[in-house]
């Protein structure tokens, strides 16, 4: 049996159906949840810096002010909060890392450098700028 | 032999306000991709099911269909790889559906004509020069980029393009910079112009599934990546070094 018209379609007027984009589209795949995390650590990237800005702030302000910032910063939920937030500079900081070979093509002449240099040496100069903080920090103690 | 539940996404305009799924019951031997599946259903189940495909070598980039959720070549997809099943079946995401797994491609063929994807001169030199002489370095720059086949595998993994369809996409970036990357042409300018706009390079956030899902390896999202930093590098230029050309 023939199915019934349907009254808003017109004969040689297509009528096309677009799908609407579910507002959890993001979880769909592993790689989609990814990228959301990727995105969203950007907001404790964010926090670290302007945390780093009131460190920076709280040292201007004389003795007193630092001791107050520090006497914050060693409250256990502070702390907590805050080895939280380590874990997802890490997270944000590997993710990106992991896809500057995708982003970067590096020429010496002729000589394309392979993808796998290009990664290694991301790593390489995180690994030394974060060893010059900690002699820093270190030589400061 | 072997059977297999397949979930095919029907759309009939003139009888459906809304798709709907229709579970086939597909008979299949050994190594039949799912594009043999859908034709069996074509040809010994209900001759009404319209879709798109044509070369069945994973060359011509039109039978690229939504298979478990996922873009592919469906003349390049085992039926045992997307087993147990059911298989579901549904036109490419991002796309408006015309019928069945047909979709409507005039926005990416339009999108394609505005990146300018053909060598562009400043002046063509006189024929009896001869040809444009390259060299397998400079071939090799933008090899990669040329195997695209225009598949919209891309589009279809591209959360960006289906959140906000006037986003340019990943094959048209990728052709483009195929086109710059190429030492006989002269149109990275032109091209720059298009794609510095709104809803050029600068949509795309790095999602990076385009990449993953792309049957040539043409990594559109390594692509765009580049082209943002050549369009860095221009703003930098041009701010520092006023006088210089682009």
Same mark, same amino acid.
């Given at each position: 049996?023939?199915?019934?018209?349907?009254?808003?379609?017109?004969?040689?007027?297509?009528?096309?159906?677009?799908?609407?984009?579910?507002?959890?589209?993001?979880?769909?795949?592993?790689?989609?949840?990814?990228?959301?995390?990727?995105?969203?650590?950007?907001?404790?990237?964010?926090?670290?810096?302007?945390?780093?800005?009131?460190?920076? #702030?709280?040292?201007?302000?004389?003795? +007193?002010?630092?001791? $107050? @910032?520090?006497? !914050?910063?060693?409250?256990? =939920? /502070? *702390?907590?909060?805050?080895?939280?937030?380590?874990?997802?500079?890490?997270?944000?900081?590997?993710? #990106?890392?992991?896809?500057?070979?995708? +982003?970067?093509?590096? $020429? @010496?002449?002729? !000589?394309?450098?392979?993808? =796998? /240099? *290009?990664?290694?040496?991301?790593?390489?100069?995180?690994?030394?700028?974060?060893?010059?903080?900690? #002699?820093?920090?270190?030589?400061?103690? | 032999?072997?059977?297999?539940?397949?979930?095919?996404?029907?759309?009939?305009?003139?009888?459906?306000?809304?798709?709907?799924?229709?579970?086939?019951?597909?008979?299949?031997?050994?190594?039949?991709?799912?594009?043999?599946?859908?034709?069996?259903?074509?040809?010994?189940?209900?001759?009404?099911?319209?879709?798109?495909?044509?070369?069945?070598?994973?060359?011509?980039?039109?039978?690229?269909?939504?298979?478990?959720?996922?873009?592919?070549?469906?003349?390049?997809?085992?039926?045992?790889?997307?087993?147990?099943?059911?298989?579901?079946?549904?036109?490419?995401?991002?796309?408006?559906?015309?019928?069945?797994?047909?979709?409507?491609?005039?926005?990416?063929?339009?999108?394609?004509?505005?990146?300018?994807?053909?060598?562009?001169?400043?002046?063509?030199?006189?024929?009896?020069?001869?040809?444009?002489?390259?060299?397998?370095?400079?071939?090799?720059?933008?090899?990669?980029?040329?195997?695209?086949?225009?598949?919209?595998?891309?589009?279809?993994?591209?959360?960006?393009?289906?959140?906000?369809?006037?986003?340019?996409?990943?094959?048209?970036?990728?052709?483009?910079?195929?086109?710059?990357?190429?030492?006989?042409?002269?149109?990275?300018?032109?091209?720059?112009?298009?794609?510095?706009?709104?809803?050029?390079?600068?949509?795309?956030?790095?999602?990076?599934?385009?990449?993953?899902?792309?049957?040539?390896?043409?990594?559109?999202?390594?692509?765009?990546?580049?082209?943002?930093?050549?369009?860095?590098?221009?703003?930098?230029?041009?701010?520092?070094?006023?006088?210089?050309?682009?």
């Amino acid at each position: 049996m023939a199915k019934a018209l349907n009254a808003s379609y017109r004969r040689y007027h297509p009528k096309w159906h677009r799908e609407r984009v579910p507002i959890f589209w993001w979880v769909r795949s592993a790689s989609y949840i990814k990228f959301m995390c990727r995105e969203l650590t950007s907001l404790f990237v964010a926090y670290a810096a302007g945390l780093l800005l009131v460190q920076v #702030w709280a040292l201007g302000q004389g003795a +007193a002010a630092h001791a $107050r @910032l520090l006497n !914050w910063l060693s409250h256990p =939920a /502070v *702390v907590t909060g805050h080895v939280v937030l380590l874990a997802t500079l890490l997270f944000h900081t590997v993710t #990106w890392l992991n896809l500057t070979p995708q +982003a970067l093509v590096l $020429r @010496l002449g002729r !000589w394309r450098v392979p993808k =796998a /240099v *290009v990664w290694v040496g991301h790593y390489a100069v995180w690994l030394v700028l974060s060893l010059v903080i900690v #002699w820093l920090f270190v030589g400061v103690a | 032999m072997n059977s297999v539940a397949v979930e095919v996404l029907r759309y009939r305009p003139e009888t459906e306000e809304e798709p709907s799924f229709e579970v086939f019951d597909v008979p299949y031997e050994d190594n039949w991709m799912v594009l043999d599946a859908i034709n069996h259903i074509k040809d010994q189940m209900d001759g009404t099911l319209s879709y798109r495909w044509a070369c069945r070598m994973g060359v011509c980039g039109s039978c690229g269909m939504m298979v478990n959720g996922k873009p592919v070549l469906t003349c390049a997809t085992y039926v045992e790889d997307v087993l147990p099943g059911p298989v579901r079946v549904e036109p490419l995401r991002g796309f408006p559906v015309v019928r069945d797994l047909v979709t409507d491609i005039r926005d990416f063929m339009v999108k394609l004509q505005r990146v300018k994807p053909w060598i562009i001169r400043e002046e063509e030199k006189p024929l009896a020069e001869g040809e444009y002489l390259q060299t397998p370095e400079e071939l090799q720059d933008y090899k990669q980029y040329s195997m695209c086949i225009n598949c919209m595998l891309c589009y279809a993994a591209c959360p960006i393009y289906e959140l906000d369809p006037e986003f340019i996409g990943p094959a048209a970036i990728a052709l483009a910079q195929r086109y710059n990357l190429d030492s006989r042409d002269q149109g990275r300018e032109e091209r720059m112009d298009v794609l510095s706009q709104h809803d050029g390079m600068w949509g795309c956030t790095f999602v990076g599934d385009c990449s993953v899902v792309c049957p040539k390896k043409v990594d559109p999202a390594g692509a765009i990546q580049r082209y943002k930093l050549d369009a860095t590098v221009d703003w930098f230029r041009s701010a520092l070094m006023p006088w210089r050309k682009r």
